[in-house]
């Protein structure tokens, strides 16, 4: 598959073009996008293209990170070259439980494969007796080796000019990769791919799902479980990855902390996914902040349901409803405009449909599995 930056980027600009609150960057493209992405085509063409500096700038939720935005001429580029070419190579061989940065997945998929294997863990098990390995790699992004990340993605890219093209986006970074890149969340995907067939494949372990460098297995032995961290911890040291100070192995009725929910099953199986107490104190410290903040004009009602409608799309993935009814009635007394709350946030029908294809999967091995002991139970073969 050959990758045509001319006839992908036009696509691009024109949907950004409707877009509201643009910046100067993106408004002076617009206005001479076939001109300007016609001069892009040519530079990429001759391999002299250089992507500009970056904007740093730092995120404080959920915790400080650094993030550096690439100017609007890399973001066009990225978006071609990852919508038409790099995500189709990079992702075929990845398994369903990496669930980040892919279309039809995200934080809801995760949080339903999370709530699949715990109530698969109980029909098996009928109980809530077990043990989880739960674990983040310390500092993720910062820490990607490039030689090693260059050496898997030369297994996947077979374009050597699409490749160059890829190790100059890698190379911008002297550590790691840049957090705020489409490239980086693909390659940083990627950089553990092997990682989760190994936990898959060789440690056998049938509950585990990751969300990037967040990931939990889920096992009915714990000394199986101390094995695990061991070779874990080996494997990712190859990479140049260690896990962080919060990896821990503890029991699975106290529940999981996981893509920003605590989720944990009752003892009749019920499963019940509940916001973090951090993000609802956050929150609520906000609230307190703008009472004061808002009649002296030191906030405006813009900036208060931004940060609210963000806040209610998160918790609407969790058992949150009357929390977040109270929350809303809080903020509506201070701006005076009452406000609702979204409906609970269901499964895509394209999630459902993946899902679905993993139960059968499942179901489908078993009964090949049963229908083998049946068969042979002597332990004689058929002939």
């Not at 970056?54 to 990225?78: C, G, I």
């Not at 192995?249 to 996914?273: A, K, M």
């Not at 394209?350 to 599995?369: S, V």
Request: proline share 3%.
């Amino acid at each position: 598959m050959r990758f045509a930056p001319s006839r992908c980027f036009t696509k691009h600009t024109l949907q950004q073009g409707e877009e509201n609150g643009k910046k100067l960057s993106t408004a002076q493209y617009e206005a001479n996008a076939l001109l300007l992405t016609e001069r892009l085509s040519y530079i990429l063409r001759t391999e002299t293209y250089i992507p500009s500096k970056f904007e740093t700038f730092f995120v404080y939720e959920p915790k400080k990170r650094l993030v550096q935005a690439p100017a609007f001429v890399d973001k066009v580029v990225q978006h071609g070259l990852v919508d038409n070419y790099l995500y189709e190579v990079i992702t075929r061989s990845f398994i369903p439980a990496n669930c980040a940065s892919q279309i039809g997945k995200g934080v809801l998929f995760g949080l339903n494969c999370l709530k699949w294997d715990m109530s698969d863990y109980w029909r098996k098990n009928k109980t809530t007796e077990g043990w989880v390995l739960k674990a983040d790699v310390r500092h993720f992004f910062a820490s990607i080796d490039h030689d090693i990340l260059k050496a898997k993605l030369r297994k996947k890219v077979g374009d050597e000019k699409i490749f160059r093209l890829m190790c100059t986006y890698i190379d911008t970074s002297t550590d790691g990769l840049p957090l705020g890149y489409q490239t980086s969340q693909l390659l940083a995907l990627l950089y553990l791919d092997e990682f989760d067939h190994f936990v898959k494949e060789r440690l056998r372990i049938k509950y585990y799902c990751r969300q990037m460098d967040d990931f939990y297995l889920i096992h009915p032995d714990k000394e199986y479980l101390k094995y695990c961290l061991k070779e874990i911890q080996t494997f990712l040291a190859g990479l140049r990855l260690e896990l962080n100070e919060k990896t821990n192995i503890f029991p699975l009725r106290h529940g999981i902390d996981f893509l920003g929910f605590h989720t944990y099953i009752t003892e009749s199986g019920q499963i019940i996914r509940k916001l973090r107490h951090a993000s609802v104190k956050r929150m609520k410290g906000k609230i307190r902040g703008w009472s004061k903040d808002y009649p002296a004009g030191k906030v405006t009602k813009k900036e208060i349901l931004d940060s609210w409608t963000a806040w209610d799309a998160h918790a609407a993935y969790g058992h949150t409803y009357a929390l977040r009814q109270e929350i809303a009635q809080r903020i509506s007394k201070i701006i005076g405009i009452q406000l609702k709350c979204r409906a609970p946030i269901r499964l895509s029908k394209t999630q459902k449909a993946q899902l679905r294809y993993k139960e059968n999967l499942r179901a489908q091995k078993k009964a090949a599995a049963q229908a083998a002991t049946e068969h042979h139970a002597d332990g004689n073969v058929p002939w």
